[in-house]
């Protein structure tokens, strides 16, 4: 820990300045520091302390097992998926080293499992079966203006023929009618025919409407004088017949630009038994930053993303279905900025908080509301503020789920900006006419800032940084614990890392929750060293686990039915006050869009506590889930798995 932060806590633990003038007057600046510090550890040490402000502690795992966190999610077994793809290095990517982690928080066993993509930055969610599906991820790294060299960027390849396809192959060179420079695409490219077009009314035939393909093109070779600067056609070289006369490319400006990251349609599920990668169908768009949401039906929406050649996905979303294994398009179109925050509601519409990762125009898809799928109507939500400030920021759906309350947390400008929020922003879906209002503020404002839902209905919030990845050294080393039923924070202990950007937490089954990631830009204040990936694991245990004995919790069914009731023993069945379902976490980005707090009724009879699951297939989406009990003190059991089919 740091001097700044050091003094910093120390002042909140409000150390005697008689004991402080002492120890600087008897012992200089060096063992006024270190008396500072271990005075610090002995109070945070004390058991009045960590029942009020919890305890922190770091993880660190052995060299060999380190890796770049950027995803995490809680398998049904009680163990940590940790994905780090390539991590966000350039090195590994070029190498095709790809890493993936599981770590069981109850033995401190870490285990090194074999990845099949670079799952860098992809997407994911909890399935009914107890698996996570994981879609998408990195094709190749983003390139900055002065590290391009080859002019290039989207050729569009139109087919005027009717009745084929046709397939062009990696390497296909397409030649400008006016600048006559050559370019030469990267990938193959699949050109589906045109579409005959008919006049309604009359049947008479009017047109063809080309098919279109979407390539990526670079000059054959380096430098500026390969740059274009307009639009121009296209023709493709190696056709002939009609082929060559139907078939012909249209680009804009190729030039010497930042290239963005570009996406893959790979897809994969975890089986957190097997502990491996499954394949399944690839997407059909390729996607680097896209959500994954289930659906009212069970399926899972995909969502954004920038596609293989670097562009944000137009607005082309796709659902799997977990039987077939298949993706399908939606019928029509809806854009969002890259991880948007996505929630199934109740009534089957999802929930579109405003909070995103960025990329994609500042004016589509921004503005927070109700996305009825099936018609595609969205409806707009009025009344949040800092609207210009929502990129990095963290949304969770206050528990209990059942009052369908949401929380926007902080978050930061457009891009890099130096913009960042010190609000929270709260809006009730259920009142008549939903608005966003204002909750309790945080001390700074605060880009990524990762939230967690605790069992005993309460949220905990931590971590952010005021600036973009962290500049001018702005981690945020504050965490607060917020109360619904009050609508209050309260300040709790202090974490001992800082984090930003590719980081976010979870809850265990323990009722403690660990921290993962962050990716600083910069070292120091000064922003002249680069900063170095987070690789180390925090565990917060909250003040409830210092208030006394937990209440028991054991037996209960391996699965319970929407509307059905299971019974669970416990030695302090009296004491209960509240019989939580939670939903296991998925999270990256400070998105995690799968967890949820159910409240469920219940019943005590001696020993045994009944508990009846609502019968809300949208509160209740079928998979796994933790069954945790709380003590009329707030301090929760440890949780007992059940599958929700």
Avoid at 77 to 85: D, E, N, R, S, Y
Avoid at 204 to 223: H, W
Avoid at 310 to 327: A, M, R
Wanted: glycine residues 10%; proline residues 7%; positive net charge.
């Amino acid at each position: 820990m740091n001097d700044r932060a050091g003094r910093r806590r120390a002042r909140r633990l409000a150390i005697g300045t008689a004991v402080v003038l002492a120890l600087a007057g008897m012992n200089g600046p060096w063992l006024y520091r270190f008396g500072t510090e271990k005075y610090h550890q002995y109070q945070i040490n004390k058991p009045e302390y960590k029942a009020a402000n919890g305890k922190w502690e770091i993880v660190d795992f052995p060299e060999e097992y380190r890796q770049n966190t950027i995803h995490a999610a809680l398998l049904r077994t009680g163990k940590i998926l940790l994905v780090a793809g390539s991590g966000n290095n350039q090195d590994n990517f070029d190498a095709k080293k790809f890493d993936t982690r599981i770590w069981d928080p109850v033995k401190g066993t870490v285990k090194k499992v074999p990845t099949p993509s670079d799952l860098f930055c992809t997407g994911h969610t909890q399935l009914a079966n107890g698996n996570l599906l994981i879609a998408g991820g990195t094709k190749r790294y983003e390139k900055l203006k002065g590290d391009v060299t080859k002019a290039g960027g989207l050729m569009i390849v139109h087919n005027e023929d009717p009745d084929q396809p046709i397939t062009l192959p990696a390497g296909t060179k397409f030649t400008g009618k006016e600048n006559g420079r050559t370019f030469v695409s990267k990938d193959p490219v699949l050109v589906p025919r045109a579409k005959k077009v008919f006049d309604p009314a009359t049947g008479k035939f009017l047109r063809n409407d080309p098919g279109l393909g979407r390539i990526y093109v670079e000059a054959q070779k380096s430098g500026a004088e390969y740059e274009t600067g307009t639009q121009d056609n296209y023709r493709v070289q190696g056709l002939s017949g009609a082929a060559a006369r139907n078939t012909y490319g249209i680009a804009q400006k190729l030039a010497l630009d930042k290239k963005d990251f570009q996406g893959i349609r790979d897809a994969y599920e975890f089986d957190p038994v097997a502990e491996k990668y499954i394949k399944v169908d690839p997407m059909n768009e390729a996607r680097w930053y896209p959500t994954l949401t289930t659906l009212s039906d069970g399926k899972i929406l995909s969502v954004s993303g920038l596609d293989d050649i670097g562009q944000l996905v137009p607005g082309k979303n796709e659902v799997f279905d977990p039987k077939t294994k298949k993706w399908t398009y939606l019928e029509k179109t809806r854009q969002f900025p890259t991880y948007p925050a996505l929630f199934l509601m109740q009534n089957g519409k999802v929930f579109y908080s405003g909070s995103n990762a960025g990329y994609g125009p500042d004016n589509v898809g921004r503005e927070p509301g109700v996305w009825d799928v099936d018609t595609n109507k969205f409806t707009k939500i009025p009344g949040l503020s800092d609207a210009d400030q929502m990129e990095t920021s963290g949304t969770v759906l206050l528990p209990p789920a059942q009052d369908e309350k949401y929380m926007v947390i902080g978050g930061g400008g457009v891009g890099e900006s130096k913009k960042s929020s010190n609000r929270t922003r709260i809006v009730d879906l259920r009142s008549g006419s939903p608005k966003f209002e204002d909750g309790p503020t945080l001390e700074k404002g605060t880009r990524y800032p990762q939230s967690s839902i605790l069992p005993n209905d309460t949220v905990l919030v931590s971590g952010g940084s005021e600036d973009y990845r962290g500049r001018g050294d702005s981690n945020v080393l504050q965490a607060r614990i917020y109360h619904p039923d009050s609508n209050s924070f309260v300040q709790v202990a202090d974490p001992l890392v800082g984090r930003n950007y590719h980081s976010g937490s979870i809850l265990l089954p323990d009722g403690r929750v660990m921290f993962f990631g962050s990716d600083s830009l910069y070292a120091d204040k000064a922003n002249t060293k680069p900063g170095e990936f987070e690789q180390r694991v925090e565990i917060y245990t909250p003040p409830y686990l210092y208030q006394g004995p937990r209440p028991s919790l054991s037996g209960g069914p391996e699965s319970i039915e929407r509307g059905g009731s299971g019974t669970f023993t416990s030695q302090h069945a009296s004491a209960i006050k509240k019989m939580r379902l939670i939903r296991p976490s998925a999270s990256t980005h400070v998105t995690d869009v799968d967890q949820r707090s159910v409240a469920l009724d219940f019943e005590v009879s001696g020993d045994k506590v009944t508990v009846t699951v609502p019968k809300n297939r949208n509160l209740v989406q079928s998979g796994w889930y933790m069954v945790f009990a709380a003590d009329d003190q707030g301090v929760p059991s440890e949780a007992r798995w059940v599958r929700i089919p």
